[in-house]
Structure formats: C-alpha cells, structure tokens
C-alpha cells in the first residue's frame, strides 16, 4: 500500500509563474491537508478537503492560493504569481476519515523555489 | 506565547544516551502527536496519543492530560536517530484536523 505521494518533489519558478503542486492520498484515505513550513519556522496548517469539497481553508493566503481535490485524481495546491515567501516545503497529508481514523499521515513535501 | 511549545530547541547526545524530548501546551486537546521529519526529508508519524503511554521500539511516548504535558523518550540513541522530532496537537470538535505544531527539536546523536 502505498503512502501519501507528492509530485514533484522540488520545483523552481520564477517570480510570477504558477506553481501546481500534487498530492495522491493514501488508498481509501478520502481527507487531504495541505501544510506549509518556512525557512526556520514551523509547520502551519493551510487547507482541508475532501473529495470535491473545500472543508477548511482558514490556514490559506487570501490572494493567489487555491486548492482543489476532485473526484478522480489527485489533490492539487496552486499559487499563482509566486513570490520569492512562497518559497517553502508544502506538505500534504492524508487520513481515512469517519470510522478509518483522523490520524495523518504524510507525504515527502514539494520543496518550492521562487527565484 | 506558542500554544505548542518544545523543549529543548537542540539536543546533541552520545550514541547509547537515553533522550528526553518534552512538549508542552496551553489549549485542549483531542489528540497529541510526534512527528519525526529527517534533514531534506518528509514528516513520519510516530505516535498519534490522547492518554497514557505508547511504546513503539526504542520510542516511548507519554502524556499526562492534566499537566497538559508530553514526552517522547528514545532508548538506546543511534545516529540515524538523528532528526527534528515534532510535538502537534489537533482540537477537540469540529476542528480536531487541524493540526497546531511545535517548532521542533533538532537531535543529533554522534557515534
């Protein structure tokens, strides 16, 4: 069974491209969470989902960010026009949910670098 | 003051040591888990505890619920030991997901 999958695992952009970074739960885990960790700082919750809804995105920069987890496929985080502070590891994590158990379980983190 | 605070920031430790690395934290909770994220690496779950004690291997965590306190103690260290280990907790209700994290414990374990 394989774990919690982030693609890719390091990405660079330049000041104003998007950013798409993916994540595909762990098999029958249908909650996905996005996290956030800067520089020497720790990690900060960024958005909650579940198949085809947004649960919690208290944790989400107003502007640029957004999140999705559709029906088929994996969940995607997306920041547009990137700024040299997006640059950070993002870590998605995945649970099963209801009677499974909320316990998380990550993934390896897409380390993004805006040059 | 930081709802999860860790203690210590860094810890350095001879192979075999006995490591204690604490957590404290001001909210209620429904849960309190560490983490173990290796240099350049991902974040493992070790333990996910809402009372008592777990053992998992050379781990052992504990929590005393009224002291709003936990531990993690490895026995026996070895350098692959060596990681930042993590103190989260998730809320009770309707938030219990979201998980509010410490700034982490940098271990090193030298041979």
């Known amino acids: 069974n394989a774990g919690v999958m982030q693609n890719p695992r390091h990405l660079v952009r330049r000041r104003g491209q998007e950013a798409r970074l993916r994540c595909s739960p762990m098999?029958?885990?249908?909650?996905v969470y996005w996290y956030r960790q800067l520089p020497e700082e720790g990690l900060k919750f960024m958005v909650y989902?579940?198949?085809?809804?947004?649960?919690?995105e208290s944790g989400m920069p107003k502007e640029r960010f957004s999140a999705e987890f559709p029906k088929e496929g994996p969940s995607i985080l997306r920041i547009q026009q990137v700024v040299r502070g997006d640059s950070a590891a993002y870590f998605c994590?995945?649970?099963?949910?209801?009677?499974?158990?909320?316990?998380?379980?990550f993934g390896p983190g897409t380390r993004l670098t805006v040059t | 003051k930081n709802e999860v605070e860790q203690s210590p920031q860094n810890l350095t430790a001879q192979e075999g040591e006995f490591i204690t690395i604490n957590c404290s934290y001001s909210?209620?909770?429904?849960?309190l888990h560490w983490l173990q994220q290796h240099p350049g690496g991902g974040i493992v779950s070790l333990f996910m505890?809402?009372?008592g004690k777990k053992k998992h291997g050379r781990l052992i965590a504990t929590i005393n619920i009224q002291e709003k306190h936990s531990s993690l103690h490895i026995t026996a260290s070895h350098p692959r030991d060596s990681a930042v280990y993590i103190c989260?907790?998730?809320?009770?209700?309707?938030?219990?997901?979201?998980?509010?994290f410490g700034k982490g414990t940098k271990l090193s374990v030298i041979p």
């Open positions: 989902l579940q198949k085809e809804n947004i649960i919690d």
């Open positions: 098999k029958g885990h249908s909650h």
């Open positions: 505890l809402s009372s």
């Open positions: 909210v209620g909770i429904s849960a």
């Open positions: 994590a995945s649970s099963p949910g209801a009677s499974g158990g909320y316990e998380q379980y």
């Open positions: 989260a907790v998730s809320r009770p209700g309707a938030g219990s997901y979201q998980l509010t």
